[in-house]
């Protein structure tokens, strides 16, 4: 069973960047698509960007696109999500996700593992 792991969030200032990955163990990393989501406070969790299982293809909510990368390393076993010129709106509990079976897509049903998130907190 692939087992993930988010790290990097923490406090940090609205204009500055933050760089958040995910860990990932217990499975065939290259056969999975991932996708990064946010929950902020009070709302529901909504999509960030995925990336598909070779790393040349990604998509992005239109929100955080153009200051937003998602990217990967098959042989590290690693996603990261980089975003930039954050403002306080990207304050979220983000979690990383795995999809065995799908390519790159918003669904968050489609996506069969979760990590338990890492907290950013954009103040100003």
């Known amino acids: 069973q692939l087992q993930l792991v988010e790290s990097g969030g923490g406090l940090v200032q609205a204009g500055d960047s933050v760089r958040l990955s995910c860990a990932a163990s217990?499975?065939?990393?290259?056969?999975?698509?991932f996708g990064w989501f946010r929950q902020a406070p009070g709302k529901e969790r909504d999509f960030v960007a995925s990336i598909n299982q070779l790393g040349g293809s990604t998509i992005y909510e239109d929100s955080v696109k153009g200051r937003t990368t998602i990217s990967r390393n098959n042989a590290e076993n690693t996603v990261w999500l980089h975003m930039s010129r954050l403002k306080s709106e990207d304050t979220a509990v983000y979690y990383c996700a795995a999809g065995p079976d799908v390519d790159l897509t918003q669904q968050q049903n489609l996506y069969a593992y979760w990590g338990q998130g890492t907290q950013v907190t954009v103040f100003s």
């Open positions: 217990g499975g065939t990393f290259n056969t999975y698509s």
